[in-house]
């Protein structure tokens, strides 16, 4: 079992920056890839980015060059730096780990969920 947390959201001018944290507990998370998801109203869960237990990370391509996903595994805590906010980045914003191997992008792939954070970024 992993049980998530996230912090760390909130209202932000377009332009703005927030950063997400995750701490994680409950089993090895040095060992699982970490991903960030967001659901806007209306719309699917989509992913935002991944990191693997070494580093690699992972974009979608509407968040690259903006976002930032890192992971401290001596705090079991990710974190996800987001600059440069758009009003479009308005979603709920999910942390989420995925104990296996590859890169999981789809919600299902992931076995456990954070309980969610609100981001609005206003125009």
């Known amino acids: 079992q992993v049980q998530l947390v996230e912090s760390g959201g909130g209202l932000v001018q377009a332009g703005g920056s927030l950063r997400l944290s995750c701490r994680a507990s409950?089993?090895?998370?040095?060992?699982?890839?970490m991903g960030w998801f967001r659901q806007a109203p209306g719309k699917e869960r989509e992913f935002v980015a991944g990191?693997?237990?070494?580093?690699?990370?992972y974009y979608v391509d509407s968040v690259k060059g903006r976002f930032t996903i890192s992971r401290d595994n001596a705090k079991n805590t990710v974190y996800l730096q987001m600059d440069s906010l758009k009003p479009e980045d308005t979603a709920v914003y999910y942390c989420?780990?995925?104990?296996?191997?590859?890169?999981?992008?789809?919600?299902?792939?992931?076995?456990?969920w954070g309980q969610g954070i609100q981001v609005a970024v206003s125009s």
């Open positions: 409950g089993r090895a998370f040095s060992s699982v890839f």
């Open positions: 990191i693997r237990w070494r580093g690699d990370t």
């Open positions: 989420a780990a995925a104990p296996r191997v590859g890169v999981p992008t789809i919600p299902n792939q992931y076995d456990y």
